[in-house]
């Protein structure tokens, strides 16, 4: 256990001066200079190493800071991640679509929409690099998310996230998703939703 925890304070403190040269990089460009979002489609096949490295971090942190928090460790993400890439279809149009966040030509963020069925769709993986965080980026993936579960003619759009992301949480919220019970297409076994928030979105009441 204490192994554990040194090794995740370590890649905090490792990601957290990653952030900070990042930040300063970006800043040293233009004193009024705002860094500009750029969100797009995933490319195939020329973009796979990017969403292959991008789910593995997202699951790799989630995964230790569930094994810090509740002493428990949901899931193999290299495992999770590989079979995913298999079955990239899925994330596909019709069925789904991945977006990709840059800022600088540097790829940092990324998010996901899953096909539940006609009328439901679900936000998976919506992930920014630390090093790039509290700049508006998961917040223009997100809308990029919802914009696209309208197009494909969603009524709801789900999504299920770990209690621990607090600062999730309130972008969520802030989006109008509210709080329900666990879905039943949750990929999540039951021992472990109890780590879990669920949540929905009315596409049909939000602009």
């Known amino acids: 256990m204490k192994l554990a925890v040194a090794k995740y304070l370590s890649t905090v403190l490792t990601k957290k001066r990653l952030q900070i040269k990042n930040l300063q990089i970006l800043k040293s460009d ?4 705002i860094p500009t979002i750029q969100i797009r489609n995933m490319k195939l096949p020329d973009d796979i ?4 490295k991008l789910w593995t971090d997202y ?22 991640v590989e079979q995913d890439i298999k079955e990239i279809d899925r994330y596909l149009p ?20 899953n096909n539940l069925g006609k009328e439901v769709g679900e936000l998976k993986r919506m992930f920014v690099d630390p090093s790039f965080r509290k700049l508006g980026i998961g917040k223009a993936i997100l809308q990029s998310v919802i914009n696209a579960a309208k197009e494909a003619g969603h009524k709801k759009l789900r999504l299920n996230t770990p209690k621990f992301m607090e600062t999730a949480h309130s972008l969520y919220l802030g989006f109008g998703f509210k709080p329900i019970s666990a879905y039943s297409e949750v990929e999540i076994t039951e021992d472990y ?3 879990l928030l669920f949540m929905e979105l009315d596409l049909l009441r939000c602009t």
């Open 94 to 113: 019709p069925n789904g679509k991945v977006f990709l966040a840059f800022i600088e030509n540097k790829v940092c963020g990324i998010g996901c929409l």
């Open 49 to 52: 190493e990017l969403v292959r």
């Open 30 to 33: 233009s004193m009024n200079h």
């Open 59 to 80: 699951l790799t942190w989630g995964n230790e800071t569930m094994q810090i928090n509740y002493g428990v460790h949901p899931h193999n993400p290299k495992k999770i």
């Open 193 to 195: 939703r109890e780590y």
